[in-house]
């Protein structure tokens, strides 16, 4: 099992600019995960979704982020436009259900300049 | 409003001695908790958990213990290793939902 697998690992773009992160979770897990970790809030979770469908999106800062799942293998986060402040590293993370907790993959450090 | 408080952002401990790392949380509605371990440049991974039915689970070398009525719960390691340097985070959910929440996190430093 590949784990979690997240793209770009590292992304520098100009403040305006839209960025895409990717995410693909584990097979077979329902539940996916966008956080962004920053030094004053820690882990922050920012929208998940249950099979492919969005539960909670309270975490979304404003409307410049979007994210979709448009199918069980495959899951977006959208920043347009990007601002300087958008600058973290944001992690996906994907769970099945039970178990241990969920599974982070090594995240998208996003640096907008 | 931050539900899950890690108030020291980092812990420095000796080779072989006991470390501590401490978390509190606002919620009574969460009745599972969950810490994570953080090496730079990759995810968190799960490193232990607890439901609030319990007031301590030991794995190894790892123990986490939670007081209820404190709203608080603790993360021991003894003897700590030098691999043991990394962030941890704590976590905490309720039953109803499988949001997580987490913490600031602690930044614990084993030198030898």
């Known amino acids: 099992d590949a784990g979690v697998i997240q793209s770009p690992r590292h992304e520098v773009t100009e403040m305006g600019q839209e960025v895409t992160l990717r995410c693909k979770p584990i097979s077979g897990h329902n539940s996916l995960f966008w956080y962004r970790q920053t030094m004053m809030r820690g882990l922050e979770l920012l929208i998940y979704?249950?099979?492919?469908?969005?539960?909670?999106d309270s975490g979304m800062p404003e409307d410049r982020f979007s994210a979709k799942m448009p199918n069980a293998s495959f899951s977006t986060l959208k920043i347009q436009p990007s601002e300087p402040r958008d600058s973290a590293v944001y992690f996906c993370?994907?769970?099945?259900?039970?178990?241990?907790?969920?599974?982070f993959g090594s995240g998208t450090r996003l640096t907008v300049v | 409003d931050q539900q899950v408080k890690q108030n020291s952002p980092s812990l420095s401990v000796q080779e072989g001695r006991i470390s501590i790392l401490n978390c509190d949380y606002t919620n009574s509605m969460f009745d599972y908790f969950l810490w994570y371990k953080k090496y730079p440049a990759e995810g968190p991974t799960f490193l232990i958990s607890i439901s609030s039915i319990k007031d301590k689970n030991e794995d190894g070398r790892f123990t986490v213990f939670l007081n209820k009525s404190a709203k608080h719960l603790s993360l021991h390691i003894v003897p700590s290793q030098p691999g043991d340097s990394a962030v941890y985070f704590c976590?905490?959910?309720?039953?109803?939902?499988?949001?997580?929440?987490f913490g600031t996190g602690t930044r614990l430093q084993v030198f030898p």
């Open positions: 979704f249950n099979n492919n469908v969005p539960i909670d």
């Open positions: 976590a905490a959910s309720a039953l109803s939902t499988d949001k997580l929440i």
């Open positions: 993370a994907s769970f099945q259900g039970s178990g241990y907790g969920y599974t």
